[in-house]
């Protein structure tokens, strides 16, 4: 008889991107480790069954993570698959991420409703709706084309195609990440990419970048990681992060960023960073641009800390203690 395997489970959500996104990373260990076994344990989150609540009304920021971090302490799940952009900057005290997989495209895109002719945000005309939930992209709508009206438009990227087709639906188009729609061969949907350059939107920290969170004195997972892991990614990841974190502003930042590697002068690669932060109604911005050396876990840290400290010289920590203001007076 052979001898069995070794067997590595691996948690995740079980949405269907989820559980596309965590088949990547089986494949990718199964080539790099054909000497172990690789299984899935898909779980339902609470952030899965909460589709009814605004996002930005959730104080809770783990509502994807904190159960599947229960089956990890338990040991369950030896690790778990996330979408690095819904992954909290805190994490328990026992968990860290591991290294991380090339990035899908980190852009937001515009989707059109179905049987509408707009080819760009900019031909989208004064008073449409536009669909997201996001108040990254709502403030940055409002800066930047503040002819539009956003609403709320909730749920997993089917359901939201969905209500954006549906022939009442209040929508023109709705704004969403690439990553997801090119993951679910959904390419097709995808009218326009946008960038700080063709439509001044910027991204959300992690987006299009798989999380993967193991235990933290975990070496040996660690280690089988480091074989599927890519080193630009992880650091542009953990430095975007770090930024987030030095803001403190979770998930329901107005932040935007763009990360790029640029090829320096003497040979080397620089981490070029822009990012935004943007008060709800559009009327207040922070914006900077910073190129760093970034080659490590502690260089990537220190330089999201760094583009922190800019965003705050140009105003960023206002705009942001506005919005805890705000948030504390509902
Ligand atoms: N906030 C939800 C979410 N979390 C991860 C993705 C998919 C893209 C990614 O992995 O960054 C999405 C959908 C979206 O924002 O359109």
């Known amino acids: 008889m052979a001898p069995t395997k070794k067997t590595f489970t691996i948690g995740t959500r079980s949405s269907k991107l989820a559980l596309l996104q965590t088949d990547l990373v089986q494949a990718a260990l199964r ?19 909460n589709t ?17 971090e229960e089956l990890m302490i ?12 819904d992954v909290p900057t805190l ?50 709508l409002a800066r930047k084309y503040p002819h539009l009206k956003v ?11 969905a209500k954006l087709d549906a022939e009442d639906s209040p929508y023109a188009c709705a704004i969403l990440a690439a990553a997801g729609l090119l993951r679910l061969e959904l390419a097709d949907r995808i009218t326009q990419y946008l960038d700080s350059k063709n439509a001044g939107m910027l991204y959300a920290v992690g987006q299009g970048a798989l999380g993967i969170e193991i235990r933290k004195e975990d070496t040996d997972i660690k280690e089988m990681l480091d074989q599927i892991g890519h080193q630009e990614t992880t650091f542009s990841c953990l430095a975007e992060r770090s930024l987030l974190r030095t803001l403190e502003g979770g998930c329901s930042a107005p932040l935007g960023v763009e990360s790029e590697w640029i090829q320096s002068s003497e040979g080397s ?23 760093g050396d970034v080659d490590s876990t502690e260089s990537a840290e220190a330089f999201g800390i760094k583009v922190a400290e800019a965003l705050v010289a140009e105003g960023a920590g206002e705009i942001l203690e506005e919005i805890q203001r705000n948030k504390q007076a509902k």
């Open 31 to 49: 080539q790099a480790h054909p000497d172990y076994e690789f299984k899935i344990l898909s779980k339902e989150t609470a952030g899965d069954l």
């Open 52 to 68: 009814k609540i605004a996002l930005r009304d959730f104080n809770a920021k783990n509502l994807w993570t904190e159960e599947l």
């Open 74 to 85: 338990a040991g369950k799940v030896d690790f778990i698959v996330h979408s690095l952009k």
């Open 91 to 140: 994490l328990p005290d026992t968990c860290t991420l591991g290294p991380m997989m090339p990035r899908e495209d980190n852009r937001d895109v515009l989707v059109v409703k179905q049987g509408l002719p707009y080819k760009s945000l900019a031909e989208i005309p004064a008073g449409s709706v536009v669909g997201t939930s996001s108040i990254r992209r709502t403030a940055q």
């Open 151 to 161: 609403q709320d438009i909730r749920g997993n990227i089917g359901t939201r195609l």
């Open 269 to 291: 690669k620089k981490l070029r960073m822009r990012s935004v932060v943007v008060s709800v109604d559009g009327t207040k911005c922070a914006e900077v641009e910073v190129d």
